[in-house]
């Protein structure tokens, strides 16, 4: 009987890291993740994979705030199959003031590194959790819709 095609060991991002600096936008538009409580998560996919790693696609997480009062504490995790691996590096902040239409909008941005050498089909959940008004709210949900990279 035929063999199937051996899956590419997925190997570690402990090591890839990239500065947002560095990051050059790329042809696939940006993806909105989440539009929830005055909160807007946003998927920017760079031009270029991680220098040395063909597999590992980045992309830019951009969270920005239409509340009216200070959101603190902001953390966004993400989460993938087994067959592939996300790291998140730090975020540029962990609070975003309260908006303000007069003045540009603030953003939180952190580089997200996603390594898919089989390029299955990539499936992403997320959670955002945040203090508003001295509650601590959470928002999870999957991308169904991520572009073929």
């Given at each position: ?15 890839v890291?990239?500065p ?13 993740v ?25 992309m ?13 504490s ?16 730090p ?12 003045l ?46």
């Amino acid at each position: 009987q035929p063999s199937s095609p051996a899956a590419q060991e997925v190997l570690s991002l402990q090591d890839v890291f990239v500065p947002i600096e560095t990051v050059q936008p790329g042809s696939v538009g940006p993806l909105t993740v989440s539009q929830k409580d005055n909160m807007q998560i946003v998927l920017h996919f760079a031009r270029d994979h991680a220098p040395g790693r063909p597999d590992v696609h980045v992309m830019v997480v951009s969270i920005t705030s239409s509340a009216t009062e200070p959101i603190q504490s902001i953390v966004f995790q993400a989460a993938v199959p087994k067959v592939m691996r996300v790291k998140l590096q730090p975020p540029s902040a962990t609070d975003l003031p309260a908006y303000n239409p007069i003045l540009p909008q603030a953003a939180i941005t952190q580089v997200m590194l996603l390594a898919n050498p089989n390029k299955v089909p990539v499936r992403l959940k997320y959670k955002l959790s945040y203090m508003c008004n001295d509650q601590q709210r959470t928002a999870v949900g999957e991308v169904s819709n991520f572009p073929n990279l």
